[in-house]
C-alpha cells in the first residue's frame, strides 16, 4: 500500500480511535466506539481491521448474529450480549445506547460487534450518532454484507449480465412490524430483489410477485449463511411456501428473488457434467 493510500484511511476515522486501534497513543480522556461489522457468519468472512480492533477493545457489545468465537479475538474484554430474536430483546436499543456511553466513559474503547455491515440495516449510524453526541470518539470498520455474501456463497450472484442489471436490498418488516412498501415497487422491476428479515411476511411478498404475474419468478430462501447449520431452499414463488414447510425454513434467512437465482442450478449442472465425463475418461 501506498504512503498516502494509507494517510486516506489513517485520515477517515479520530486519531484517538485509530491509535488505539493500532496499538499505541492515550485515549486523551475520552472514550470511543468502534463500531464493527462481523460479517455474515463465516469467521473466515471478518476483515483484518475488524479483528485489530477487537484485540485493542475494552469491552464488546455483540448482537445475536454474530458468530461467538469471534469474541475470542478480544480474550481481555468484557464481553456483553446484547442482541434479540424476534421480539426478544435483552436490551432495548435506548439501553444499548446508554452503555455503548458509560462503557466508553469508564472503560475506554468499545467495540460494537454487529453481524454483517452495520451500514446495512444494523442501526450502526444510529448508535454512532448517539455516541458523538455524548462526547466520545466514534469509528466504523465496514463489514462483509450478508445481502450479497449469502447469496454469493450459494452461487447467486445478485447481478449478471442477460439477467439482471441492477438489485433492491429491502427490510421486510419495518419498525411498524409492516412489509415494506418498496417490495411492492421492486416486484414491478426486472431487478434482483433481495429482502432481509422478511421470513414472517413470506406469504405477503409471494402475493405481491403473483400479482405481478412472476408465480414462476425463481427463489432462494437462505437460512443460518455461511454457517456450519445453513440451509437453503430453492423453488419459484408458486412453490417456496411448501418448500418453506417442507424444510422448516425461519429465521434467520435472506430471501433473493429474480432470474440469478438460476446461475446456482446451472453451475450444479456443468459440476455434473464435468464429472460425468470425468468417470467415462477413467472407464477407458
Request: proline share 4%.
Amino acid at each position: 500500500m501506498k504512503k498516502n493510500e494509507q494517510k486516506n484511511i489513517e485520515n477517515s476515522i479520530p486519531k484517538a480511535v485509530h491509535e488505539k486501534i493500532a496499538g499505541h497513543g492515550p485515549s486523551q480522556g475520552r472514550g470511543f466506539l468502534t463500531v464493527i461489522g462481523a460479517g455474515p457468519g463465516d469467521l473466515e468472512l471478518i476483515t483484518l481491521k475488524a479483528v485489530k480492533a477487537l484485540k485493542s477493545a475494552d469491552v464488546v457489545l455483540y448482537d445475536a448474529l454474530v458468530n461467538p468465537e469471534l469474541l475470542e479475538y478480544a480474550p481481555q474484554a468484557e464481553h456483553i450480549f446484547v442482541g434479540k430474536r424476534k421480539g426478544c430483546y435483552s436490551y432495548q436499543q435506548q439501553q444499548i445506547n446508554e452503555l455503548i456511553v458509560s462503557r466508553g466513559k469508564s472503560q475506554d474503547h468499545v467495540v460494537r460487534l454487529k453481524g454483517g455491515d452495520p451500514f446495512v440495516f444494523g442501526r450502526g449510524a444510529e448508535e454512532m450518532e448517539y455516541a458523538a453526541e455524548h462526547g466520545l470518539n466514534v469509528a466504523m470498520v465496514p463489514g462483509v454484507s450478508s445481502c450479497l455474501s449469502v447469496p454469493a456463497a450459494q452461487n447467486i450472484p445478485v447481478t449478471k449480465r442477460g439477467a439482471a442489471e441492477s438489485f433492491w436490498v429491502i427490510t421486510g418488516t419495518t419498525k411498524e412490524h409492516k412489509l415494506s412498501d418498496d417490495v411492492r415497487l421492486a416486484a414491478k422491476s426486472s431487478a434482483t430483489v433481495v429482502i432481509l428479515m422478511g421470513m414472517s411476511k413470506l406469504s405477503q411478498i409471494v402475493a405481491l410477485f403473483k400479482t405481478e404475474g412472476k408465480s414462476e419468478m425463481p427463489i432462494a430462501i437462505i437460512q443460518n449463511g455461511t454457517r456450519k447449520d445453513e440451509k437453503v431452499g430453492i423453488g419459484t414463488i408458486a412453490s417456496i411456501e411448501r418448500e418453506v414447510q417442507r424444510q422448516e425454513l425461519a429465521n434467520p434467512a435472506i430471501i433473493v428473488i429474480g432470474e440469478v437465482v438460476r446461475h446456482r442450478e446451472q453451475i450444479l449442472e456443468i459440476h455434473q457434467k464435468y464429472n460425468e465425463y470425468k468417470e467415462v475418461d477413467m472407464a477407458y
